[in-house]
């Protein structure tokens, strides 16, 4: 009934507004909002809430798997460099459900990992540039000249990791050379990446300087509300993208290692990490940015975002990282079920109730364009 109570009132509302508008001369196609939520506080709340600290703890992640790189290509212990691995993953999905300003620039968010990858592009250009031994491939600077697929964390996968999971690096011979020289190559280079992702944060410029000065003659945004708009419906296509593309193949039929192999970073057991750590970027980006917090009759909306991701992460806690055997459990596929179900009620409810109550419109329907 309190819902009912609301949609008349907006409808009322609606009517009232289009009454002024034959009324009174219109200020202009693209007039800034006048009222409702404070649409300017989104775009810069997000970036120094939630962009520029994902972007510093992706680099500190970074720094680290540079590191331990080093340590299993002298010889050293290589189960630090798994878990470096697995934390920069974590870390990247973190930030990348942005999808926007300094990730959007530059092909930013490929170069850091190229997903979604269905025609396995990665494995191909990867496997040849192996085979070949490209000496180019080994200079951090040359490297950001070629494909994307090449340069991020999916192809240092593919170049450090075997079929079983097992690290390559350190291996001995002409390859295991190569091998370790490219994956150095490859942490500078996303590590270069990360950091003009930060400079751009902090000193905006392309995409993000559009998004946060909206304004007469902005290309991207005239309104503060369309800036905030772009940047829910980029988080609306993450989550679109993780649901569809990442967990419901893990639920279908046929074989489990052709399932989990559907999945990116399968390979390096590191897939329920980066499910996690986009999962969590979700929330912490829609909270960051006070999306629900700026209606009164969307607070709810919010708590119940962290209470359903924060069930989603505790479920996928209990799934092994090796997703072959995890799909061959019934309990553990049962888990990766409930986040699906989790994903699919938390879509309804923020491009859904959360979009109506913030007058985004649009079909939020992911990956259009992308």
């Not at 300087?209 to 003659?217: C, I, T, V």
Request: hydrophobic share 50%.
């Amino acid at each position: 009934m309190r819902e009912r109570h609301h949609r008349v009132r907006r409808r009322l509302s609606a009517a009232l507004a289009l009454g002024l508008a034959m009324a009174v001369p219109f200020a202009g196609a693209h007039a800034q909002d006048t009222a409702g939520p404070d649409y300017a506080r989104f775009v810069p709340a997000l970036v120094e809430g939630y962009a520029a600290p994902a972007t510093a703890a992706l680099g500190a992640r970074l720094q680290l798997l540079g590191t331990e790189i080093d340590t299993a290509c002298e010889g050293g212990a290589r189960d630090g460099f798994a878990e470096a691995f697995r934390a920069a993953v974590a870390a990247q999905a973190h930030l990348a459900v942005l999808r926007a300003g300094a990730l959007a620039d530059d092909n930013r968010l490929e170069r850091l990992a190229f997903i979604p990858d269905g025609r396995g592009v990665v494995r191909r250009q990867v496997t040849r540039l192996i085979a070949a031994r490209e000496e180019s491939a080994l200079d951090a600077q040359s490297l950001r000249g070629k494909s994307v697929a090449l340069q991020g964390l999916t192809a240092l996968e593919w170049a450090a990791f075997d079929g079983d999971g097992d690290v390559l690096l350190g291996e001995t011979g002409e390859e295991g050379a190569y091998r370790c020289a490219y994956a150095r190559a490859l942490a500078v280079r996303m590590t270069a990446t990360t950091a003009e992702v930060a400079r751009t944060f902090a000193e905006p410029s392309g995409q993000t300087a559009l998004l946060l000065s909206a304004g007469p003659g902005n290309a991207l945004a005239v309104t503060h509300k369309e800036a905030a708009g772009h940047v829910f419906n980029a988080l609306m296509t993450s989550l679109e993208l993780v649901r569809d593309q990442m967990v419901a193949p893990l639920l279908g039929d046929g074989l489990a290692s052709v399932r989990a192999a559907r999945v990116p970073f399968s390979r390096s057991r590191s897939s329920i990490a980066y499910l996690s750590g986009a999962i969590r970027g979700l929330n912490d980006a829609i909270q960051a940015a006070g999306f629900a917090a700026a209606v009164d009759d969307a607070a709810w909306i919010g708590n119940t975002l962290a209470f359903e991701t924060d069930n989603a992460g505790r479920a996928l806690d209990a799934v092994p990282a090796d997703l072959e055997a995890a799909l061959a459990d019934d309990e553990a596929s049962g888990r990766l079920a409930y986040v699906h179900t989790i994903l699919t009620g938390l879509r309804a409810t923020l491009a859904g109730e959360l979009a109506g109550h913030l007058d985004f419109r649009g079909g939020f329907n992911a990956l259009d364009g992308d």
